[in-house]
Every structure is written in structure tokens, then in C-alpha cells.
């Protein structure tokens, strides 16, 4: 579903250098690194809001750089994506932010599904707020529920439990895992435990190149000595 062929871009230094990924249905991938190393570029160029200066990102067998505008936003409307900070829009109400592609794709029961959602993600007494009346978690999680609400079969999460406590962030990892089944998943995140509890393959990007792309219990055989350091201290949970 997403196939990243020896990418490149840089800002004033290189940002990301030769990196290829390809991403299938059931893939769940979670992506580690350290700050800067270039995790939220590659997953904005996956949803072509960021453009490589090298390279080829396919979406659903599409080239991204051949796509126009339009026929950018009807593949958007298949790709879920959670912004590290959630991205919401200020002018819309909660519930107007979640429900916001239905206004594009006239997607039936669309407040039934605002409610379900929103009951999901504890926000459902927040949805006549405006972003700015909310705490930076409950942000997350309209954000989140923003990105699950057309059912994407794509799902982009750029550290999307940040701000969350241990036990909500623990209830909505499981919600997270259930849903993203038979999807593809690219998730961002610092917490290693997370990641172990989460996917099934983890790539670890350090200063812009991909270190480490294997499934979780193969990372006791790594020789890196960084991708040793990163994981030592996890915990795995069942
Ligand atoms: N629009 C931009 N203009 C200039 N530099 C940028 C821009 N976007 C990102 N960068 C730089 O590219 C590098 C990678 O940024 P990126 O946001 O991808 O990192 P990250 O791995 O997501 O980090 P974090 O874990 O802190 O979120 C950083 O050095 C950042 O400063
Ligand atoms: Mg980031």
C-alpha cells in the first residue's frame, strides 16, 4: 500500500537520506528515532504534504508526485493521519472537526459515527468545543478520532498518545491495535513499550537513514549498538 523507494530531501542539511519502505496491508510499523531524526517528515510525505528532493513515494500504487490536487484529496480520503499536534481546526467545533471529511464525501449517519467515535476516545462531552477550549490530550484524541473517522485502510500516527495518562494511553493502544488490523499502519512514537505492545515490525530511523527494519524479536540479535541502547530498558506487555 506504501512503497518508498531511495528517498531524499533536505532542508538546510539533509533531513532524510536514501531511505526506502514499503508498507503492506497488516503491516503495523512502528516508527522510532531520536528527535530530529526525520520521523514526521517521512510520514507527511506519505501523505504528499511534504515532497521528496529524490526518490519515489507510491500510495496505493500511485505515484505522489504525478498526482494533481484533486486526485491528491480523494487519496487523502484514504489515508488516516494524526498530526503530532493533532492538527485540529481552530474555527470548527470538536464534533465539526471529527465530522469534517463527511462534508467532502457526504458520508451517511455521520453524527452517529461522530458519537460512536467520540465515545471511544472519552471526548463525547466535548464535541460543542472549540479546539482551543481543550487540554492538549483531549486534542490528541479528537485528532485521533478525526484520522479514524472514514475508515481509512491507510493510518498515519505521528506520537499521537504524547500527552495521555498511563491508563488511558494503555485503553486506547488496545482500541488502536484492534482497528488497525488488516490496515496499514505507520506509527511515531518515543515510548519503546509502546511500540513492542503495538507492532508487528519496527524501523528505526537515526539521523536521517534507516537502521533497523525487522520484526520486534529480532532486535536482540542486532550488533547496532544504538538499536541495543534503544530497546535494553523495555518492557514487553501481553
Ligand atoms: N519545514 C522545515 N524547514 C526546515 N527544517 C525542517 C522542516 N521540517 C523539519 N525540519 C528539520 O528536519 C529534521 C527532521 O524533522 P522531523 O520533524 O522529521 O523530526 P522527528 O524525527 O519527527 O523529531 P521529533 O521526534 O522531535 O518529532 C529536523 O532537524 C527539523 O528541524
Ligand atoms: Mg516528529
Redesign the pocket.
Known amino acids: 500500500m506504501i512503497e518508498i523507494t531511495q528517498i531524499y530531501k533536505s532542508?538546510?542539511?539533509a533531513?532524510l537520506k536514501n531511505v526506502s519502505l514499503s508498507v503492506k496491508k497488516g503491516d503495523f510499523v512502528a516508527l522510532l528515532?531520536?528527535?530530529?531524526?526525520?520521523?514526521?517528515?517521512?510520514?507527511?510525505m506519505i501523505n504528499a504534504l511534504?515532497y521528496p528532493d529524490g526518490g519515489e513515494i507510491r500510495v496505493f500504487g500511485k505515484n505522489l508526485s504525478d498526482l494533481s490536487g484533486r486526485e491528491l484529496m480523494f487519496l487523502r480520503r484514504k489515508i488516516g493521519y494524526v498530526m503530532?499536534d493533532a492538527g485540529l481546526f481552530p474555527h470548527l467545533k470538536v464534533g465539526e472537526n471529527i465530522a469534517f471529511v463527511s462534508k467532502l464525501t457526504r458520508v451517511q449517519h455521520a453524527k452517529q459515527k461522530v458519537r460512536k467515535l467520540s465515545c471511544m476516545l472519552g471526548i463525547e462531552a466535548l464535541l460543542d468545543r472549540y479546539p482551543d477550549e481543550l487540554s492538549g490530550g483531549q486534542r490528541q484524541r479528537v485528532g485521533i478520532a478525526r484520522a479514524l473517522f472514514n475508515e481509512p485502510e491507510i493510518l498515519l500516527f505521528?506520537?499521537p498518545f504524547s500527552a495521555l495518562d498511563s491508563v488511558l494511553k494503555r485503553e486506547l493502544q488496545s482500541e488502536i491495535k484492534g482497528l488497525a488490523s488488516h490496515k496499514a499502519c505507520v506509527f511515531?512514537t518515543?515510548d519503546v513499550s509502546e511500540a513492542m505492545f503495538l507492532a508487528n515490525r519496527i524501523v528505526v530511523?537515526e539521523k536521517?537513514e534507516i537502521v533497523f527494519d525487522d520484526s520486534a524479536d529480532k532486535i536482540a540479535l542486532s550488533e547496532d549498538k544504538f538499536i541495543r541502547g534503544l530497546f535494553r530498558d523495555h518492557s514487553r506487555r501481553d
Not at 531520536?34 to 510520514?43: D, F, H, M, P, Q
Open positions: 532542508y538546510e542539511k533531513v528515532g531520536r528527535s530530529g531524526s526525520g520521523k514526521s517528515t517521512l510520514l507527511k511534504v503530532q505521528d506520537e511515531v518515543h530511523l536521517g
